[in-house]
């Protein structure tokens, strides 16, 4: 991103008092006493300076110095940690001005780099929350969903971070079809769907292991029916009919073979399934009432 340089702004009587009262009365006073004894003296100025100073500590900066500051150290030092604290100042000290929200996205720019990912989306939601219209609120959501989608967990985790980017990556094309964001977004939300698709199988293997077919069918039906795009799509095919064959359901292991031979005749994947359902002396048929055939005509595929 580039950010051009601008230029801009009497007491009354305390009464009888017992003893012990009168005498802790006349220590404090004595105290009192000597404490303003020294305020008194003439060689006390500096002392009573240091009192009754002001806190000078703080000084306003121009909002322009501290943004290009931020854009100097992000740019050139290449410290993306000390350029957000630029930009925060700007907003701190510059709150609803111009510079202040030029700031804020380059304060969630800088956390995106730096790989403070969190501070990233909480600044990026703010600047598309207070400012909606802008140009550069597509910029601002399409980090957001980048955020999430640099933290995709392997499939062997739990998938909650991926589907947060899914989200993230569709509001960037549903809310800015035309930017120059929409691209990119849709290449890793395709990227995302392929991480659930591939934890699904992951899964799936793992019930096909342990002979518990009918939970493996569910796990690859998902990819089937949800993930026909991605390209764990061609295995899922095998692996259903490689269940269907297994718990006697030919009819849908005859159409998941023909599905795939139809849609990846070069896949090594359909060979596979070929040959499982030619040894049952069948042959691949494709059943057009079965979901697995209506999944790919929803696309066109089938």
């Not at 009354?12 to 802790?24: D, F, M, N, W």
């Not at 003439?42 to 009192?51: H, I, P, R, S, Y």
């Not at 730096?114 to 989306?121: A, E, L, Q, T």
């Not at 064959?245 to 009819?251: D, E, L, R, T």
């Amino acid at each position: 991103m580039s950010a051009q340089r601008m230029t801009l702004e009497p007491r009354k009587p305390l009464g009888h008092a017992s003893p012990a009262r009168a005498g802790r009365s006349l220590r404090l006073a004595a105290g009192l006493i000597a404490l303003a004894i020294p305020l008194s003296g003439c060689g006390t100025g500096a002392l009573w300076d240091k009192f009754t100073a002001k806190d000078d500590t703080f000084v306003e900066e121009p909002a322009d110095k501290l943004y290009n500051e931020g854009l100097y150290l992000m740019n050139q030092r290449k410290d993306n940690k000390a350029a957000s604290k630029k930009f925060e100042e700007v907003d701190r000290q510059h709150p609803y001005s111009d510079w202040a929200r030029k700031s804020l996205l380059m304060s969630a720019y800088s956390f995106y780099n730096s790989g403070d990912y969190d501070s990233c989306i909480g600044a990026a939601t703010r600047y598309v929350t207070l400012h909606p219209g802008s140009p550069d609120a597509a910029y601002a959501q399409y980090l957001i969903a980048a955020s999430h989608y640099d933290q995709i967990p392997d499939i062997s985790r739990d998938q909650g971070r991926t589907e947060k980017a899914i989200a993230a990556l569709e509001e960037v094309i549903r809310k800015y079809p035309t930017s120059e964001y929409s691209t990119s977004a849709k290449a890793k939300l395709e990227g995302a769907r392929d991480q659930l698709a591939g934890k699904e199988m992951d899964v799936g293997r793992y019930y096909m292991e342990k002979r518990d077919y009918t939970a493996a069918i569910n796990r690859f039906k998902t990819v089937v029916t949800r993930y026909q795009t991605t390209r764990h799509v061609e295995e899922a095919l095998a692996r259903l009919t490689e269940a269907y064959m297994a718990i006697g359901i030919v009819g849908e292991a005859q159409t998941a073979a023909a599905v795939l031979g139809h849609n990846f005749p070069d896949s090594r994947w359909y060979k596979d399934a070929y040959n499982l359902v030619k040894s049952g002396g069948l042959e691949p048929s494709e059943n057009k009432g079965s979901y697995i055939s209506r999944a790919f005509k929803k696309l066109g595929l089938g």
